[in-house]
């Protein structure tokens, strides 16, 4: 049987009996894929540190009738100052579920992907407000997998002119007219709905090159809490974790 080669990123790594691991890779070939790593957590194995989660490189498997068996990891980055880094782990250890929570098998996850390492690089970047990556982040993995808030036309009549609210229940941008008529609507600055328009169309190696207000900034969270609360099905338990530790983000 041929191996197969495939590039990707481990999302997260469990333990298997004594000695084994099971690992969630996101790869450009296969989508999100899990495999079987035999005797990795072994202190001598090849696949030791291969097999961590945020480990980025080639990873070559045995496809079996249900499963995927590991045989060598080639990482090109471990990303290994998130290992030092407590609060950047944490919201590494989030990008990842949001990353696993999207993924399926055969899907194509070739942009998911480059949005995770983008993300991830941008996040040990001293320089980036990490609580600003985050909903970038955020928004940008919604529109890969067409689940964003649309901020580019009204959600009720199609205006594109004159954005100034943002509804849950409408999934999007209100104008000042339709404002008015919705009842969960809230009322946005028009350089909010201008930030998450240049990030829902800007590609992912430019996204992470800009900064706004305090301001805009909170209203940006505001957006991605109520719109994550609406339409994703899931309560991130890394996401607790996170908002445990920096609290007001
Ligand atoms: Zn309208």
């Known amino acids: 049987m041929e191996p197969l080669k495939v590039t990707g990123m481990v999302l997260a790594a469990s333990p298997i009996g004594e000695h084994d691991k099971r690992v969630v890779l996101l790869t450009l070939e296969r989508g999100k894929i899990a495999a079987f790593a035999r005797a990795a957590r072994r202190q001598n194995s090849p696949l030791l540190a291969g ?14 009738r249900n499963s995927y068996t590991l045989i060598r990891a080639e990482i090109s980055n471990y990303f290994r100052e998130l290992a ?32 995770l390492y ?28 067409g689940e964003n808030p649309n901020m580019l036309s009204c959600t009720r009549c199609g205006s594109r002119e004159e954005l100034r ?11 000042s007219r339709c404002m008015a008529g919705e009842r969960d609507a809230v009322e946005l600055l028009p350089s909010t709905v201008y930030a998450m328009q240049y990030i829902l169309c800007t590609d992912v190696r430019s996204l992470y090159t800009f900064r706004v207000s305090d301001e805009v900034q909170r209203e940006l969270g505001m957006v991605m809490d109520r719109h994550r609360e609406r339409y994703m099905e899931k309560r991130f338990r890394t996401l607790d974790i996170l908002q445990a530790m920096t609290e007001n983000v």
Not at 51 to 64: D, I, K, P, R
Not at 96 to 110: C, F, Q
Not at 165 to 175: K, T
């Open 51 to 64: 097999t961590e989660a945020f480990a980025f490189g080639e990873f070559t498997l045995y496809e079996g």
């Open 84 to 115: 030092q880094d407590v609060e950047g782990a944490c919201y590494g250890f989030y990008f990842l579920e949001v990353a696993d929570y999207y993924g399926k098998e055969g899907t194509d996850e070739r942009e998911m992907l480059r949005l």
């Open 118 to 145: 983008q993300t991830l690089r941008a996040l040990m970047h001293p320089g980036l407000p990490r609580p600003l990556i985050r909903r970038v982040y955020e928004l940008k993995a919604m529109a890969v997998h």
């Open 165 to 175: 609210g943002y509804s849950a229940r409408q999934g999007g941008a209100l104008c």
